[in-house]
DNA sequence: CACACAACCTGTCAGC
DNA sequence: TGCTGACAGGTTGTGT
């Protein structure tokens, strides 16, 4: 479910509903996500005050007093449900409940369990092992075509594939990287290291304005993605080529539209007429 | 180091 | 109405 523009979204909720609220209960209901929780999780994040939220990549950052970061992974299935209540009822896969001061019960539900949380230090953030390896923001001015071609120089992979890698460029996700090549016309196939200066070119400008459009649609889903405050994304009903197998690219006049092939594992929709 | 692939876990949907 | 198999937005560990 959530790339980029969907963690941003949530981050965007939640600094509007819980910025600067203090955290009075936690509840952790099973020992371990994709990863154990970490040794006395509910115990230091009580009585924290959050300072901020911030992201990187995929990942939501909850800045608290003394030091603390808490980190949030999504993975495939997590949400981010916020409750006036803070009696409300939790379901199955409601995984762990946060009390604020003001009564808000934030719900992380994770049917899969592909989510993580841990917590580490602000001041060593950066060179956290989660964190530490990840490329650049997308969106950061320092992402720019020299700069990805750099990262790209010698990589045999498909483009497709190398743009999953989060070592590449952060954020991007399965449905952002089909959407990317085909408004970059850059066929998914193409080995990487091809993709340089005028391929290039077109490639970082076009995976910004996905990103960003989606963003602005207040991120997207497949089927029913939540937003924290339970608001839909819209972006979804905007998709050229993701999951829209046998569909007319948008672009060009080609007999058989949109096909889907397997990479890596992974379905990847393409235009190959328009996508080169 | 780069790469391909399996694994993690549950829900949903198409086809029989 | 079941049942089965394929598939799903991500990451990571293993083997070559």
Redesign the pocket.
């Known amino acids: 479910?959530?790339?980029l523009p969907?963690v941003e979204t949530v981050c965007r909720g939640l600094r509007r509903k819980i910025e600067g609220r203090r955290l009075i209960r936690v509840v952790q209901r099973r020992p371990d996500l994709?990863k154990p929780f970490p040794k006395n999780f509910s115990q230091r994040l009580r009585g924290q005050r959050i300072l901020a939220i911030e992201r990187r990549?995929?990942y939501i950052l909850i800045v608290l007093e003394a030091d603390l970061v808490l980190i949030i992974?999504l993975?495939?299935?997590g949400r981010l449900l916020i409750h006036d209540d803070p009696a409300q009822t939790l379901e199955?896969?409601d995984h762990v409940a946060f009390q604020t001061d003001d009564n808000q019960l934030i719900v992380y539900r994770d049917?899969?369990?592909?989510g993580l949380m841990d917590i580490a230090s602000h001041s060593g953030l950066a060179s956290h092992p989660?964190l530490r390896d990840i490329g650049p923001e997308p969106l950061d001015p320092d992402f720019t075509p020299t700069e990805l071609s750099n990262r790209l120089r010698?990589?045999?992979?498909?483009i497709k594939?190398?743009l999953?890698d989060?070592r590449i460029v952060a954020g991007?996700?399965?449905?952002y990287v089909c959407e990317a090549l085909y408004r970059a016309g850059i066929s998914p196939r193409r080995q990487?290291a091809t993709v340089a200066g005028r391929r290039a070119e077109l490639l970082v400008p076009a995976i910004r304005e996905v990103l960003q459009d989606a963003i602005e649609a207040g991120g997207?889903?497949?089927?029913?993605?939540v937003q924290t405050d339970g608001e839909l994304g819209y972006f979804q009903h905007r998709f050229a080529v993701y999951d829209r197998e046998g569909v007319k690219c948008p672009r060009c006049a080609c007999a058989s539209g949109v096909r889907r092939i397997n990479q890596?594992?992974?379905?990847t929709f393409y235009c190959p007429k328009f996508q080169r």
Request: glycine share 12%.
């Open positions: 479910m959530p790339e969907e994709r990549a995929k992974h993975g495939m299935s199955t896969h049917p899969r369990r592909f989660l010698g990589r045999k992979t498909p594939s190398a999953l989060q991007l996700g399965n449905i990487a997207s889903s497949l089927r029913d993605y890596g594992g992974r379905s």
